[in-house]
């Protein structure tokens, strides 16, 4: 029988804490390592006799992880957390549970959702892209570039132009209007990603293992993300893909190492499907609440290694497990 589940990061966060709620409603033994609880805390990790070990304890209980069915982990860096240590004490001994246990994550033999080496192509979008392609989905015309001149050509020929950052830092997809001509030249101190505007409807497709879940996107808005921005809205909606989108989807995120994987497609007006990436660590909990508990009930059944029972969940059409 598998063991518990570990969940790691700010238990307080929405995508860690829908997982939670759905393990207890599932009746699936939930671990959770706080960072924001991390005093009394601590954790050893390292090899022994040839294999892996870790044990970690809160000062009233001890775990040994090895036996965790499976991990899901959103763990931040301590200078991102609201009310960090300031101790020197607090701050060497956050970094070295956060440092140990990211690093025992990333070799144990257990489902992790998701290891850090398997997302390190979201911190390069052209790197990203080519595994898109390798997957068989269509990626939008682009260029990285510093040079202004290069951008204007690009315009060009494609007409419709956004950009946003080609790295894994968050940026505001923006499109490339007359009045940002003038502030080109900004680029020469930063490479950005420009990308032929693609016509369409938005879907987020979660992966988890070989679970498939889909929300439509209906926005006039650039980014969806910020559709208040643009003085417009964006309503989600479960929805279905078709089967060969939906196996190219699980593909995708398995050839990226990814047991959950966020993947933004548009269908265009000729109803090809087009890839823009593939966040490794999403938060699906910003999406319709239904299509949201269906995905965090998956991920821990999937790393708790077991079935789908006691759910009380109706199997949506988006979901399961493509032929």
Not at 44 to 71: I, P
Not at 157 to 185: C, M, P, Q, W
């Amino acid at each position: 029988m598998s063991g518990p589940v570990l969940v790691c990061g700010v238990a307080s966060e929405s995508p860690l804490a829908m997982a939670i709620e759905a393990a207890g409603r599932l009746g699936i033994d939930c671990r959770v390592i706080d960072q924001r609880c991390l005093a009394g805390q601590d954790i050893e990790a390292g090899v022994r006799g040839g294999k892996l070990f870790a044990r970690w304890w809160d000062g009233a209980t001890e775990l040994d992880l090895a036996r965790c069915g499976g991990a899901y982990t959103r763990v931040v860096p301590a200078s991102l957390l609201r009310d960090a240590p300031a101790d020197p004490h607090g701050v060497m001994h956050h970094h070295y549970l956060v440092d140990a246990l990211n690093a025992w994550l990333e070799a144990a033999p257990i489902r992790v959702a998701n290891r850090m080496g398997a997302g390190m192509s979201n911190a390069s979008k052209p790197w990203q892209a080519r595994l898109i392609r390798d997957a068989g989905f269509a990626v939008p015309p682009s260029i990285v570039t510093n040079d202004p001149d290069a951008v204007r050509a690009f315009r060009r020929i494609y007409g419709e132009v956004v950009f946003k950052s080609a790295s894994g830092v968050r940026s505001i997809v923006t499109r490339l209007g007359d009045a940002h001509d003038v502030e080109l030249e900004r680029i020469r101190a930063l490479p950005t990603l420009f990308q032929a505007f693609v016509p369409g409807v938005n879907y987020r497709v979660h992966v988890v293992g070989e679970a498939v879940f889909c929300t439509r996107v209906d926005s006039d808005a650039t980014d969806y993300r910020y559709a208040s921005r643009e003085g417009t809205s964006a309503e989600m909606h479960p929805d279905s893909l078709p089967a060969d989108v939906a196996r190219r989807c699980v593909a995708l995120a398995a050839g990226m190492g990814l047991a959950l994987a966020g993947i933004d497609l548009k269908r265009q007006p000729d109803g090809q499907f087009v890839c823009f990436e593939v966040n490794p660590s999403p938060a699906y909990s910003c999406f319709d609440r239904e299509s949201a508990e269906a995905v965090a009930e998956a991920l821990v059944i999937h790393l708790s290694g077991g079935s789908r029972r006691g759910s009380h969940r109706k199997r949506h059409p988006a979901e399961g497990a493509p032929a």
